[in-house]
């Protein structure tokens, strides 16, 4: 079957940085994303790896291996408000994704 | 870029009635469009994939005549919760993507409370 693993939650400091893995088994690979999601809203987009190696976007950086079937998301200088659950998803052979059950990050002062 | 628009944001509706959902996608031109369901601390479930001109793929214990899915256009979904029972409330989401590999964009989601 089709699988993906990530932390259930993580706890960090503001201003501090946060690695949030994941891990999937699927059929066929077309991609992976990360989703920010607050509590009460819709999911919004942040990366997409389809190539091997790491994509800086200001605060956030995605790696992706898929070798090892393996990403992270990177968050620096950690702030008050990136206080969500982080959702990774992947894209398998048919186009379909296949979510994550997310990870919820708790920032403390 | 990439807007996708839902409305309403909220609605609220008796028992034994029906809600209607609306899904656009603003700059874009959406060939398939995701529909989704959320209950409170929960994961998103993926409801249906609709496509534009065609029938709605719904998944395992969606019923599909509960919820209509019309994909009438490249940049318009709609919803239709029919007869509304109080387990339906829920929070609901669209989401669309201008080709397969690309990634998915979500609309600001449609809260339902059915009293």
């Known amino acids: 079957g089709q699988n993906i693993d990530q932390p259930t939650e993580m706890t960090a400091t503001e201003g501090a940085i946060v690695q949030i893995n994941c891990t999937y088994q699927t059929s066929g690979f077309n991609g992976l994303f990360w989703y920010q999601q607050h509590a009460g809203e819709a999911p919004t987009f942040l990366s997409y790896?389809?190539l091997d190696g790491l994509e800086e976007k200001g605060r956030f950086s995605s790696f992706l291996s898929r070798s090892k079937g393996y990403s992270y998301l990177l968050l620096k200088e950690l702030q008050m408000k990136d206080s969500a659950s982080y959702l990774c998803a992947v894209t398998d052979s048919n186009y379909q994704l296949i979510w994550g059950a997310g990870t919820k990050l708790i920032i403390k002062p | 870029g990439a807007v996708v628009s839902q409305h309403p944001s909220w609605v609220i509706c008796k028992s034994g009635t029906s809600v209607k959902i609306e899904c656009r996608s603003l700059?874009?031109?959406?060939?398939?469009m995701f529909w989704y369901r959320q209950f409170p601390k929960q994961s998103l479930m993926l409801m249906a994939t609709s496509n534009e001109g065609s029938k709605a793929t719904y998944e395992q214990g969606v019923e599909k005549d509960k919820f209509l899915i019309n994909h009438a256009s490249l940049t318009l979904s709609t919803l239709t919760v029919t007869s509304a029972h109080p387990e339906d409330s829920s929070f609901y989401i669209c989401s669309a993507r201008s080709g397969e590999a690309s990634p998915l964009h979500f609309g600001n989601g449609t809260r339902l409370t059915v009293t």
């Open positions: 790896n389809v």
């Open positions: 700059d874009f031109q959406a060939t398939t």
